[in-house]
Each structure stands twice: as C-alpha cells, then as structure tokens.
C-alpha cells in the first residue's frame, strides 16, 4: 500500500460516529476512511441508499477564497439532516447552476460514486475533518495562523469541481506559494479555470491540490471503482488447526467438524497454560475495514466445564449470565488474518481453551462439543452518493456517508456424524480472494425416489450444508441469488460417492462483477451533464432499454444485468440547454470480463451569459434583473444568480438588445 496515505479523521459533527483514539502508528498505512466523532463504538443509523430523498438547503454566501477565470466567485455551504437526526454537509456537483436556497429543496439520490478518485477527494474534503487535522495533513506553507475554515470549505469545494471535471485549476508559483495544475495530476480540463490573487487564495488552492493529490493515491489503491465496492465491510472468524499460535498459512473458515470427539479430532493441540495442560485452537477474529476503537467484542455459548477464551495477553474470558465473554483490545492491521476483496484486515487473535482432563471425559461419554463463538465490532461503512433535484437549473450535490455498522461473524463446533448410508454436502461461498460470503442462495436438485428440490443461504462463516442425502446420486448445486456486486455462478453437479456417513466439502469462489457505463459531457467546456437519455439496445439479441445520466453525467448497468453480447448507444433526448446529437451511435462487446466505459459529448444551445458585478469590490452582484430582446421583442427576463451570473438558450437565432433594468456596475 501507498505510504502517502494518511488515516481518514473526522471531527465530532455526527454524533453516531465513534473517535479514533490511540491509534498505533503502524496503522497509517491505512488507505479506507475513517471517520471520528465524540462517542466511540456506537453505531449509526445513517444508511443512504439510491431513491432516498432530502431536503438540501444552503447557509447563505459566502467568498470564495479563488478567482474563477481571472473574476472573483462565491460558494454556499449546504446542509441535510441524516436518518437519524444528525447533520450531513452537501456539496455542490455543477457550479454553473443556482443553489436550492436557504428554504432547502427536495433532492433525490441517483447513485453512487464509483470513481475512486472523486471517492478519494470526497473523503478528505469531508467537513468533519476538523481543520487543525487537515493542516497537519496538508503541510507547510499551510499552518494554523495562515488558514481559515472558509478557506477549507473553498479548497474542499474546489477539488470536488476539479475531480468532477467541472473546473481545472491553474498552477501557481507567485505569493511565496507553489503548486502544479491540476492537469498535471491527471484530472480533466474544463472550460472554467481557478487561479490565485492573494497569498490567501494561493493558500487555499494549494490546499485543494493536495486534496488532488490524495485522490489520486485512494485511486491508485482501490482501482477504477473500488473493487467493486466489495466487501467494504464484513468479518469472518478463522481457525488454524492443529496448532498453538494462529498461523495464517494454513487458516480454515466454516464450522468446525468433530465427528471423532475433540481430542482425537486433530483440531485441537496441547499447550500448558497455569501449569494445566489445555487443548487449545488459535483463532482469529477480523474485519474487511477499520474497526472502532481497536475493539472486538467475543461471546462464547455453551461452553466445557473449565473452559474459557485468552488474548495474547493472556486475559481470560469472564462469565457473563452462563456466557462465557473476552474483548480484545488491540484489533490492527494485519492483511494475513482476513483475505478479501479489499487487501485489507483488522483484527486480531485469540485461544479457545478446554482443559484436557475435561476434554477426555466429554469423549469417553460420548458428549458432544456444542460450543459456538461470536465476534462482533463495529467498523466503517462510508460511501459518497450523488443526488439532484427534478428542476435542470439546481446544482446536483454530493453527500457523503460516514457511519459505524455493527458486523459479526459466528462459528460452531459440530460433532454430528453423518449417518452411516448418506452423507451431507457442505457448500462454502467465497469471494475471489478467498473471504467468506454471507447471503448467497443456493438450491439443490437431486433424486431420490423422486425429484427434490431443497435451499438455503449461506451464513455468516459463508457456509451452508445439507445433510442426509442419499449415495451415488448426482446433486445439482445452483446458485440463486448473490449480495450486490456479484456474479451468479455456474451450476455444478456433484456426486455423493459411494461412501456414507461423511460430510463432502464444496466451494463456490465468486468474482467481482463488471459495468457498463456511460459518461456525457460538454463538448464545449468538459463539463458533466445530467439529465442526457440514452437507449442502449442490442444488436445480436433483444435487450432494450432507456436510461438518464445522474449528477455525475453517468449512468451504469451492472454486467449480471446485461446479456452477453453486442451492443449500440444513443442518445434520444438531451440536457436543458444542449443539441441532441442522434448520429452519434456508439457499439461496444460485453463478456463481463472488464469495465466498459463511453464517453458521449453535447453542443450546447446558442446562448448569451451575462456576468454582474460591483465595480469597485469586483465581487458579484446577485438578483441584477436583465431583458433578453430580439427586434424589441422580449425573449427572456433573467435574473443574476449568487455568482452574479444569468444564461439564456434558444434553439434559433441570435441574442441582443440585453437591457439592464437592476443594479449598475
């Protein structure tokens, strides 16, 4: 992983968030967000999801700390009340378009961001970094005495324009202040540049590139569309068996299986402990993302006499109401302990202890082990979404998702021995990096007399068995229904064998699924343009289908929801302000194997802008009321927004005869 990157650090502005404390240094190395706030291991309510709707609402102007092509500009800060009553800033995704006003408007989610270098940005632009965090992450010339929060809030609005493609920023060597372009770092130019007149807007864009800059390296770490966004989150428990310390090497998920009694099973080693011999089995608890407060909460159920479970301490575990219950406290990285599809693990490892005298005694009465453990602790979910309004003149917004989602992960000892003419069938689901996969359905056909169909869905140990199933008969395994970004697997036909009484083991690796994406922009200044119809309809079989382009100019088909096949694209009806551009038809091929990504342009309409601003503070003029006639006729009143900016587009013709009726220059 990239050095570079620093942990993610976010200020007490939601509640439900937990605080980051104590963190070892090691852990730096650390590339997902992380959000803080002023109560840890408590977790939050806010999940946003695609089709929410909130009511956006801004904070009044303020200066932008930029000059936007060589003319001072404003910005507003916009605010939304999560689900569960805490506050989520929003930031603005078009800058050409006004504002929804300090009565807020209803916006409604269109997507999510899957582009890792506007996610990237997004992360570190987030208001609930506080602003000392920033400063130090930003570095000299940037110090406390010489940066504001405003000036914050500009470089954070600044690079999300710059990330999104809306605007390029200019580099700078003047004011004792030195950056490169954003160009340079490889974002896209745009027709609207930001440069610097002052020491303080020279400060502020230095700012908003070194929040480029991390962009770019959270890019160069989750890819394109960060792994699929999966898993972002999840936990498993895994076991290494035979031995007395956890050995990665040679680590198994899914239930335990102890048909021949616990000491003779070979899952269990001996190791002496107060100076009684235990039989003991390492485990390791962990999750795919950074856990709260360094924090995994144990409980074991139905334990042995004398048992208990021990860190690498050497705590024990306590009773609690007949359970027995460890925390372990010093949860880190370590990308041995869980593989999955992020590269990328907390966690850490444990013992579960039987004294053996005990042990023997269980086997030689023939009782069972019913034990089972759970893990549980609270890790970071965080996505960044894009969400709009149905009028085509209100800037679409970003939100960003901070919140703690309590995951766990169980595991069960079985000592049931299959009977002796049948045998059970294990089914084990996994990511392609080997992690255990919760929620997946599988369906069974087999005969047996007669044609029997049975399901079921995985757990949390991505497992699920089916047992008493008769020999020598082919089992048809078909997978029926996988989590979200993922493929549906082949069907696979087992043989029971002619063996009864054992369990047969299967596993199902799965991959990440692929898109197909759209992009359309601006032909005249780059910029992303929502609201563009598209229809895509294939060539060689019958798929059909319209979408529109969401705040980012995108709009995605999951690969499992396209057929394989070919496939032509075009555009049916345009943005507000925009040509329809009919005879641009664009084919592609889709396997599923890669991302496929078109990039559509538009003209825009013929137009007049018109810019207002005070003359002597050079700043712009909101509400200046302006007359668009032709041949004294009038087309238009328009109205100058909070950048001091009014538009008018027709499809034919010519403007002129603009009269000013509002304030003078």
Known sequence: MIKGITKRVAAGMLSALTMVSGIPLSQALYTGPIARAAEDDVASAIVIEVGDTYNVADRGVRKAWFQQNGAPRNVWPMFTTASDGTEIRAYCADHSKTNPGTGGMTYTVTGRVSDMHVYGVAVRSDSRTTLNEFISFAGAPIAKENFTEDMYFSASQAAIWAALGEVQIAANNNFGVNYVSS????????????????????????????????????????????????????????????????????????????????????????????????????????????????????????????????????????????????????????????????????????????????????????????????????????????????????????????????????????????????????????????????????????????????????????????????????????????????????????????????????????????????????????RNLMGATFEVRGIDNDYKNTFTTDALGEFTIQGRDLPVGSYEVYEIAAPEGYMTDGSDIQTFSWDNTRDVTLTFQNAPLPGIQIYKYDKDSKMPLQGATFEIRRDGQVLQTVKTDVNGYAVRRCRSGFLQGCRDRGQRH
Request: charged share 20%; proline share 4%; hydrophobic share 35%.
């Open 183 to 526: 160009t340079s770092l490889g974002y896209r130019a745009s027709g609207k540049t930001l440069s610097a007149s002052t020491t303080s807007e020279a400060l502020t864009l230095f700012a908003a590139i070194r929040i480029l800059q991390y962009g770019n390296e959270f890019y160069a770490v989750w890819g394109p569309s960060g792994k699929g966004h999966a898993p972002w989150i999840g936990s498993t428990i895994n076991y290494t068996p035979g031995n007395t310390e956890y050995t990665p090497a040679v680590q198994k998920s899914g239930s335990v299986d102890l048909p021949q009694g616990i000491v003779n099973s070979g899952i269990f080693a001996e190791k002496e402990i107060d100076g009684q011999t235990y039989l003991v089995l390492p485990m390791a608890a962990a999750s795919a993302t950074y856990v709260r407060g360094n924090q995994i909460f144990v409980r074991a159920d139905d334990m042995p006499s004398g048992a208990f479970l021990m860190d690498n301490a050497g705590n024990k575990s306590t009773d609690d109401n007949g359970s027995q219950r460890l925390t372990l406290t010093n949860a880190k990285q370590n990308n041995e302990l869980y593989k999955n599809g992020n590269e990328m693990a907390f966690g850490d490892t444990f013992l579960f202890c039987i004294p053996k005298d005990v042990a023997e005694q269980m086997d030689a009465q023939s009782q069972k082990l019913g034990t089972s453990i759970t893990v549980s602790m609270n890790v970071d979910r965080y996505n960044v979404f894009a969400a709009s309004t149905n009028s085509s003149y209100v800037q679409p917004i970003l939100l960003v998702e901070p919140a703690v989602k309590v995951t766990s992960a169980k595991i069960a000892f079985s000592s049931q021995t299959p009977v002796e003419d049948k045998v059970s069938l294990k089914v084990l689901k996994t990511d392609a990096s080997g992690a255990p996969l919760q929620g997946c359905t599988f369906q069974i056909n087999y005969q047996d007399g007669e044609q029997k169909t049975r399901e079921g869905t995985t757990d949390g140990n991505g497992e699920i068995v089916f047992d008493r199933l008769p020999l020598n008969t082919d089992v048809t395994v078909k997978e029926t229904e996988a989590p979200e970004g993922y493929t549906l697997l082949p069907d696979k036909v087992i043989n029971t064998g002619s063996t009864g009484g054992k369990t047969l083991e299967f596993t199902f690796a799965n991959s990440d699924d692929h898109v197909f994406k759209v992009h359309k922009v601006s032909s005249a200044d780059g």
